[in-house]
């Protein structure tokens, strides 16, 4: 996320959403303008971490971590994780162009839940080579899993969620659970305070891109469990499922994510990498985690598919 859990909770209740019309040709003449051709070039890649990628292929193949179910592998790769420093804005390196960044040794919420959830896929198919991971960052984290420019990182957690349920790497089970309910939130906080954005800032072209991304997530429906009602909802969550918590913020969906680990005791905890205490951590209950917090609202919560 381009800013830090403690600021999204900093948002007020009282910030005006924009819901005027954008005109089409804007729109087109910013994606144009930052977007790569039909025949674009490969990818290109910053992959920091090699060493931490060797050390976990290394121990997937002597623990056989490719034959676990989905959620136990990434419960595996997730702990494995623990105590990696938690760093913001590494997906930031360029305000004029969109890298495909790998970073196993620093990570905020949503780039440990990614790489885990590509690396889980990389051991499982087998492909455990820098380039393969790679590309299943980047079929994660873009819109229809192709980088293509800073529009096409898939910014909101509803979006992120939507957008590989699209794709097959997950399932959204948020509206089966009992309590849940229906949201109308009109989001807005990247196009209503692009200058937060060190992208968005230096290419005020794109906001309209952004805004029409916006209006597009905003027509969908959106489902989550109130927080009154995880605990009662926690028998049907397992070790791997991914958690998008939300907010009281008018204009956003969500402000952290992580994962659901059932410890040994078969308490569900809260595994993410926490900005209170620097690095991954393994929480407390995640219904207690959620009540400790006055801003969070509830969850959207998804189990990854198993690759094919």
Known sequence: MQISRRELLRIGSSVVVCSAAIPLTSITRALAKHSKPASRKKTEVHFTGKHAYAAILDKAVDEKW???PMGDLIGQIATYLLGTPYVNYTLDHSADHEYCIVNLQELDCVTFVESTLALARAIKLGDNDDESLAKQVELIRYRNGECNGFCSRLHYLSDWFYDNEKKHLLHDYTKELKGAEKTDKQLSLMSSRSNQYKQLKAHPELVPAIRHCE???NKRPHYYLPKADVQAAEEFMQTGDIIAITTSAKILDCAHTGFCYRDDKGLLR?????LTHKKVWLDQE???????IHAFTGIMVARPAEPV
């Open 66 to 68: 490719s034959m676990l």
């Open 215 to 217: 209006l597009a997530i």
């Open 270 to 274: 809260f595994l993410h990498a926490s």
């Open 286 to 292: 995640l219904a207690a985690y959620l009540n400790g």
